[in-house]
């Protein structure tokens, strides 16, 4: 497969990923439209197949289309109006960094294959993030459990931001999260971005080239 081919499956793997992120209107909190992004990642991820021949690449990319499968499944699970849409929202959070986790780790051992430092070391920079990330909501979980209180009989139901895992929790306790989630991100976006510029640089300056096999 040439490098130039592969370039472009990375760009289109880049933008299903940013328009997954900015497209997410919610109806009652639910995401209606996580599930089609998902499955348009399944369907990007699937075009590095050719490249990925090695034992190590070959798991690593079966491992990423199998997150990403099973987050189109928990979006389509979010389509039920039974299901609480905050905790969902977590656990949905969580299979997301693990897919960027699994794809990270299917790129960086490639670009190691390949010695493409550059673009490796950028790629692994955003780890610490997405680590703290999973850290911070799986704390959140925790202490909405611990802290939060059960519905009141009789009352209005909370907002659907307030009703984590059967627990009702403040608004400022949320609003706290999401900017704690808000700076992570942030700092994991600016190094994943900088290894699949420098990834896709290394493929664009000999696209007639066979890519190296990941």
């Known amino acids: 497969m040439r490098a130039g081919d592969v370039e472009r499956i990375l760009r289109r793997i880049g933008w299903v990923f940013i328009l ?4 997410q209107p919610r109806i009652s909190g639910r ?3 996580l599930p089609v992004a998902a499955a348009a990642m399944v369907w990007a991820l699937a075009g590095l197949r050719p490249i990925a021949t090695s034992p190590d690449g070959r798991r690593g990319l079966q491992v990423t289309m199998g997150v ?4 189109t499944v928990l979006g389509v699970i ?3 109006p039974s299901v609480e849409a905050a905790g969902l929202s977590l656990v949905v959070l ?7 986790l699994a794809y990270i780790a299917f790129t960086s051992g490639w670009c190691d294959r ?7 070391d950028h790629l692994r920079k955003a780890r610490p993030n997405l680590y703290a990330i999973c850290v911070l909501t799986v704390a959140a979980l925790g202490a909405a459990l611990v802290l939060g209180r059960a519905p009141a009989a009789g009352a209005s139901d909370p907002d659907w931001w307030s009703l984590v895992a059967g ?6 306790w949320v609003v706290g999260y999401l900017l704690l989630v808000f700076v992570f991100w942030v700092g994991a976006c600016v190094d994943l971005e900088r290894g ?4 896709r640089a290394v493929l664009a300056d000999d696209p007639e080239a066979p890519a190296p096999a990941a």
């Open 20 to 23: 997954g992120l900015v497209l």
């Open 31 to 33: 995401a209606v439209l």
């Open 68 to 71: 990403a499968a099973l987050v």
């Open 78 to 80: 979010g389509w039920v």
């Open 94 to 100: 969580l299979g997301f960094v693990a897919g960027l």
């Open 114 to 120: 390949a010695g493409w430092t550059e673009a490796r």
């Open 167 to 172: 627990r009702v929790v403040g608004t400022g």
């Open 196 to 199: 699949a510029k420098a990834l």
